[in-house]
T-cell receptor, first 112, second 109 residues
Framework: EAGVVQSPRYKIIEKKQPVAFWCNPI?????LYWYRQNLGQGPELLIR????????DSQLPKDRFSAERLKGVDSTLKIQPAELGDSAVYLC??????????FGPGTRLTVT | GQNIDQPTEMTATEGAIVQINCTYQ??????LFWYQQHAGEAPTFLSY????GLEEKGRFSSFLSRSKGYSYLLLKELQMKDSASYLC??????????FGPGTRLSVLP
C-alpha cells in the first residue's frame, strides 16, 4: 500500500512569492490534515478535511494561506505571499476511522 | 486552552530502559498517541491508548491515566536507532490531534 505522497520535498523561495504544496493521501482515507512543524516543536494543525469539506480551519492564517481538496482526494495548500516566518516543514497526514494517522514525508520550505 | 507537556531532551545508554512522560490538558479526550520522528523525517505511529492502563508492543509500552491527564512511553533494551524525537498527541473533542513539543532522546553507546 502506498503511503501519503507529498511534493515538492524541498522549496526555496523569496519572500512575497507564492508557493503551493501538494498531497495525495492513502487510498480510502477520508480525513486529511495539513500541519506546520517548526524546528524543535511538534506539528501544529492548519486545516482538517473530512472528504472534501474543511471541518476545522481555525488555525489557518486565512489572509495568506488557502487550501482545497477537490473530489475529496488530493489536496493543495497555498501561501501567497510568503513571509520569512513561514519557513517550516509542512506535513500532510491522512487517517481512516481506525484513528491511526499516517504522515507524508513533508515539504521543507525556506523563505529568504 | 490546550496544553501538552513533555521533557525537552533525555539521554540514555544503549541496552537501558527509558520512560518519557507526557501530561495533557485538552478540550475533551478521544485517545492518546505516541509518534517517533527521526531527524528530517515524518512522524511514524508507535502506540495508541484510549483506556487507562498499559499497552505493550514489543520493546515499546505506553501507559495512560485519564484521571491524572498523564501518559508515559517506555522503551526497553534501547538501541542506537531509537535516537529520535518522541511526540505525544491527544485527539480532542473535535477529533483534532494536538501535539506536544516532542522529547528528543539521545541513546549513547
Amino acid at each position: 500500500e502506498a503511503g501519503v505522497v507529498q511534493s515538492p520535498r524541498y522549496k526555496i523561495i523569496e519572500k512575497k512569492q507564492p508557493v503551493a504544496f501538494w498531497c495525495n493521501p492513502i487510498s480510502g482515507h477520508n480525513t486529511l490534515y495539513w500541519y506546520r512543524q517548526n524546528l524543535g516543536q511538534g506539528p501544529e494543525l492548519l486545516i482538517r478535511y473530512e472528504n472534501e469539506e474543511a471541518v476545522d480551519d481555525s488555525q489557518l492564517p486565512k489572509d495568506r494561506f488557502s487550501a482545497e481538496r477537490l473530489k475529496g482526494v488530493d489536496s493543495t495548500l497555498k501561501i501567497q505571499p510568503a513571509e520569512l516566518g513561514d519557513s517550516a516543514v509542512y506535513l500532510c497526514a491522512s487517517s481512516s476511522p481506525s484513528y491511526e494517522q499516517y504522515f507524508g514525508p513533508g515539504t521543507r520550505l525556506t523563505v529568504t | 486552552g490546550q496544553n501538552i507537556d513533555q521533557p525537552t531532551e533525555m539521554t540514555a545508554t544503549e541496552g537501558a530502559i527509558v520512560q518519557i512522560n507526557c501530561t495533557y490538558q485538552t478540550s475533551g479526550f478521544n485517545g492518546l498517541f505516541w509518534y517517533q520522528q527521526h531527524a528530517g523525517e515524518a512522524p511514524t505511529f508507535l502506540s495508541y491508548n484510549v483506556l487507562d492502563g498499559l499497552e505493550e508492543k514489543g520493546r515499546f509500552s505506553s501507559f495512560l491515566s485519564r484521571s491524572k491527564g498523564y501518559s508515559y512511553l517506555l522503551l526497553k533494551e534501547l538501541q542506537m536507532k531509537d535516537s529520535a524525537s518522541y511526540l505525544c498527541a491527544v485527539r480532542d473533542e473535535g477529533q483534532n490531534f494536538v501535539f506536544g513539543p516532542g522529547t528528543r532522546l539521545s541513546v549513547l553507546p
